[in-house]
């Protein structure tokens, strides 16, 4: 296990059509999170889960976005009707429960709305 | 919302010289973490420091915590070339004043190292 890998890296889709993204974090790690980036800012928190309860969204999160880690491994980001908006860095990261430590981050998804 | 307000937000400097990047916060925190990114990829941590910290060494990074101002420095010195990056700040607010178990990342820091 050599850290958090996102897939696909790159995805371009029109607007209206519908993404799912896919994290898998390292293996022992409980908690999982998902942010966005948007070029020239930094990351902005999206949601995150423990194990597989999802204990925080961001009221920022429209009713487009929902994510899953049904078996407390893999996540999935989904992305409804997508906007142009919507365009943006994926950001997938992973830690050990307790305190908030350090975050191991995944390559990310940039995601392109035409 | 972003907490952590880098500063300043851009800075070029020539190799062999040191880069000190502050970040301002807006609420008591339990810890305050500094990132780094490299362009089009993922966030490296570099450093953590203990809301009870004042200053802690990792390397050639050097970072100041001073919760009395909110804020915090990072300092690399000897810059290279390699260390050309965007550096963030990133803190978790205290749970019984309202936070959660979640980071909140600054603005960020572009940092050019000329060779």
């Known amino acids: 296990d050599t850290g958090v890998s996102q897939d696909p890296r790159h995805k371009i889709t029109k607007r209206g059509q519908n993404v799912t993204f896919r994290c898998d974090p390292i293996s022992e790690h409980n908690r999982l999170y998902w942010y966005r980036q948007t070029l020239g800012q930094g990351p902005e928190f999206l949601t995150y889960f423990q194990n597989e309860a999802q204990l925080e969204k961001s009221r920022l999160l429209s009713d487009r976005f929902s994510a899953e880690r049904p078996k407390g491994s893999f996540s999935t980001l989904e992305i409804q009707r997508t906007e142009q908006g919507d365009s943006a860095m994926y950001l997938c990261a992973s830690s050990l429960t307790g305190s908030v430590g350090e975050l191991f981050f995944g390559s990310g998804t940039q995601l392109s709305v035409l | 919302s972003q907490q952590g307000e880098e500063d300043p937000q851009a800075l070029s400097i020539q190799e062999g010289e040191n880069a000190t990047m502050n970040c301002s916060y807006k609420?008591?925190?339990?810890?305050l973490q500094w990132y780094r990114q490299n362009s089009g990829r993922g966030l490296v941590h570099l450093i953590l420091i203990r809301s009870n910290e004042r200053e802690k060494h990792s390397g050639r990074l050097r970072v100041t915590l001073d919760t009395s101002k909110k804020s915090s420095s990072l300092l690399i010195t000897a810059s290279r070339a390699a260390d050309t990056a965007s550096y963030f700040c990133?803190?978790?607010?205290?749970?019984?004043?309202?936070?959660?178990?979640?980071?909140?990342f600054g603005k960020g820091t572009k940092l050019t190292v000329n060779p």
């Open positions: 609420t008591s925190i339990n810890n």
């Open positions: 990133a803190t978790d607010a205290l749970l019984t004043q309202g936070g959660s178990e979640k980071l909140v």
